[in-house]
């Protein structure tokens, strides 16, 4: 109680002296202008929209940016929304990104919303040069991930209309998160680029992957352990590998994936349509239950529905012990 009138008191005297808390945060007023780095404005503008005790709004304009990568860290005090609008440029060159999983990347938030008609160009072409060279030649991509986006523990949040384009990794990574919708962004990147998965979770719960086209070069979007109340809807994937779930089972502390939709999707041209992949030779028992799948188009699909319970790629593991798995209710 009494930190919360505290509270009241310090915006009051804000708005006092300053005049306005209402406007947008407009990340050109904190140093980051077009064709500029913008790492630290971005790290400005984070810090004071993040302690702002009421709604705030982030407005990256039109315009090319620059950062080797980004975090942007809550909890904080009130709902915050993130609308870009420019072209987010990461370097080319992997090595002069920072060591993380993410360029860009949420973590710990409640009630974030990114927005915008934006996009973030991961210049993926060199790495996934370097990947394709690294797995021929021992099945080892012996260097850094970087992700595009990343979203880690955040709840109750929603991103839409942005683009994630040529992610040298990955394009989004949702992991721990409850309550999180993807509606009508875009996800491009070539059909022969490596590594690229659309949207991939892990451990998270209530997710929505709405009105999106997915042209890639791996699993548009694929489930990892952990993962329950998945709806995937009016999602158009091709180029790419399809729908997955897994692969699992490969360690020993793995939760259950339960309650999966696939609605009203097309799938085409691509290697899989709708896989489920575990492996053999699992330490544990992993419960796969209430995977739905309805109303799918499928053109040009080499594999259109695919259950491989011995998903043991380049002889990594031994194949004589089968993971146990259940199919319930579908
Ligand atoms: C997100 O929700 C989970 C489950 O309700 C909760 O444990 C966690 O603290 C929440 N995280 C944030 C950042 O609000
Ligand atoms: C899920 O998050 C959205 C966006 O913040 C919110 O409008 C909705 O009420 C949340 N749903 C639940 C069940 O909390
Ligand atoms: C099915 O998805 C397509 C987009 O792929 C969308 O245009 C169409 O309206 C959806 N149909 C229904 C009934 O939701």
Not at 287 to 297: C, P, R, W
Not at 314 to 326: D, E, P, R, S, Y
Request: overall charge negative; hydrophobic content about 35%.
């Amino acid at each position: 109680m009494k930190k919360f009138s505290i509270d009241i008191i310090v915006s009051f005297i804000f708005l006092a002296y300053f005049g306005v808390v209402q406007g947008d945060l407009n990340i050109n007023d904190y140093g980051g202008k077009p064709n500029s780095d913008i790492t630290e404005a971005f790290k400005k503008v984070w810090t004071e929209a993040c302690a702002s005790t009421s709604a705030v709004k982030i407005v990256i304009p039109s315009g090319n940016y620059r950062t080797n990568g980004i975090v942007a860290e809550g909890p904080c005090k009130a709902p915050i929304e993130v609308q870009v609008d420019g072209i987010f440029q990461a370097p080319s060159d992997i090595n002069s990104m920072p060591k993380s999983d993410q360029w860009i990347r949420f973590g710990t938030m409640d009630h974030l919303t990114v927005s915008g008609n934006g996009v973030f160009d991961g210049q993926g072409a060199a790495t996934w040069k370097q990947s394709s060279a690294a797995w021929s030649k021992n099945h080892n991509v012996n260097q850094k991930v970087s992700q595009n986006l990343g979203f880690y523990f955040v709840n109750n949040s929603i991103v839409t209309g942005i683009t994630s384009k040529d992610s040298k990794n990955f394009h989004f990574m949702i992991y721990g998160c409850e309550n999180i919708t993807l509606d009508a962004v875009k996800i491009s990147a070539p059909g022969d680029s490596t590594n690229t998965d659309g949207v991939h979770l892990g451990k998270s719960t209530d997710v929505k992957i709405l009105n999106i086209d997915i042209a890639t070069g791996d699993d548009c979007v694929s489930l990892g352990d952990g993962c329950r109340k998945v709806l995937v809807q009016n999602v158009k994937c091709g180029p790419g590998h399809g729908i997955s779930v897994g692969s699992l089972g490969r360690f020993t502390q793995e939760d259950n994936v339960e309650g999966l939709i696939v609605k009203n999707c097309t799938i085409s041209d691509t290697e899989n349509g709708l896989r489920i992949k575990t492996w053999p030779a699992g330490p544990g028992t992993i419960t796969i239950t209430d995977m739905n799948f309805e109303d799918v188009t499928m053109v040009s699909v080499r594999n259109p529905i695919i259950i491989d319970q011995e998903y043991c790629p380049w002889n990594t593991c031994n194949k004589k012990v089968i993971i146990t798995i259940n199919f319930e209710d579908g």
